[in-house]
């Protein structure tokens, strides 16, 4: 690798000194700096979480607030609703005429499938 001469002085002098190992005091030091860094950040992220928390309670309760007249009047019209029977839309809720259970978005239906007088299964197949 090619050095150039005119730049060779700088990379001497920043070298500087060989270190000297750290004495046992400058060892407690650093620990004793380390901790109290330590302890302060975690005072200052305590106390960041502690406003963040505020402002959402804050928000939410705000928005709680704002929505109560929507919320009402929902509660209205499902208690008129109800009241009314079946006066629903085909695809709202469960119709009474519809009998099952309805799993995650499936609906399991449990249907009496007759028997065939030939002697056929409910799925075509002959018995054997």
């Known amino acids: 690798m090619y050095r150039d001469p005119r730049f060779s002085g700088i990379f001497q ?16 030091v650093g ?7 330590f302890v302060l950040a975690l005072t200052f992220s305590v106390a960041f979480f502690a406003v963040l928390l505020t402002a959402g309670a804050a928000i939410w309760a705000w ?24 006066a629903r839309d085909p695809g709202f809720g469960a119709s009474p005429r519809v ?7 499936e609906v399991i239906r449990e249907v009496k499938v007759e028997e ?7 799925d075509g197949r002959t018995r054997s």
């Not at 002098?13 to 407690?28: D, F, M, N, V, Y």
């Not at 928005?63 to 009314?84: F, G, I, Y």
């Not at 065939?116 to 409910?122: C, F, I, W």
């Open 13 to 28: 002098t920043l070298r500087g000194p060989a270190a000297t190992p750290p004495t046992l005091l400058q060892k407690i």
């Open 31 to 37: 620990a004793v700096v380390m901790a109290g860094v």
């Open 63 to 86: 928005v709680w607030w704002k929505t109560r007249a929507l919320r009402k009047a929902m509660r209205e019209q499902m208690t008129a609703q109800a009241a009314a029977g079946g």
């Open 99 to 105: 009998r099952g259970l309805i799993i995650e978005g």
């Open 116 to 122: 065939d007088p030939r002697g056929n299964g409910p």
